[in-house]
């Protein structure tokens, strides 16, 4: 025989509805979860791409940089060397297509082949050295393949000059007297402070 509690428990109309409201109200909580995992997921992933992007953009900064520095825009000579040397063959009389230049503060003129025999990349190392009292030079050095180019370039010009220019403008221009092999010097009556800046400007470093 039942009791009255649970008779009256029987015949209460909203229980259905708390059974109802209870498995509502777990559905609702797992969606939730459901919700907030997803959205930790989701912002994790966008976390992980913003710092894969950051870092690979860093190093490609990083990269641009570096190769910035190491080669640089334009020619590595223009960059690094701080006077420009040349060497070029000249002719004393005039011929079509040469360059008409004057040796130094002389009234001189030669005309110069366009085509640099060498410059300051071929330089290997440079120094000062002097010529009499107050007067002072450049010697040049020159690596393996422009001593290749100086001696063949000379062996078939001898009797003819040879201009040295620094920054565009031919300070000396002797006559090829034999082949020239390794070495150039530079004359151009400078002083012991002028020598030296060009020997230390002209070698690419």
Not at 56 to 81: N, S, Y
Not at 159 to 178: F, H, K, N, W, Y
């Amino acid at each position: 025989m039942k009791d009255v509690f649970e008779l009256l428990r029987e015949a209460d109309p909203l229980k259905d509805d708390f059974e109802h409201l209870y498995q509502a109200r777990e559905e609702m909580r797992r969606r939730v979860v459901a919700t907030a995992s997803t959205a930790r997921t989701e912002a994790a992933r966008a976390l992980l791409h913003r710092g894969l992007t950051l870092a690979l953009t860093g190093t490609l900064v990083i990269a641009v940089v570096v190769f910035g520095v190491l080669v640089g825009p334009g020619d590595r000579e223009t960059l690094q060397a701080a006077v420009r040397f040349e060497a070029h063959l000249a002719e004393a009389q005039p011929v079509p297509g040469l360059i008409v230049a004057r040796v130094g503060n002389s009234d001189r003129v030669i005309y110069l082949r366009p085509e640099a025999i060498v410059t300051n990349e071929d330089i290997a190392q440079s120094w000062v050295t002097q010529d009499g009292p107050n007067r002072y030079g450049v010697s040049v050095q020159l690596l393996p393949d422009g001593a290749r180019r100086m001696r063949q370039a000379t062996a078939a010009h001898v009797g003819r000059p040879m201009a040295i220019l620094i920054d565009g403008e031919v300070v000396t221009a002797p006559t090829v007297r034999s082949a020239v092999s390794d070495s150039a010097w530079i004359n151009g009556d400078y002083t012991q402070a002028e020598a030296q800046r060009i020997a230390d400007g002209i070698g690419v470093r």
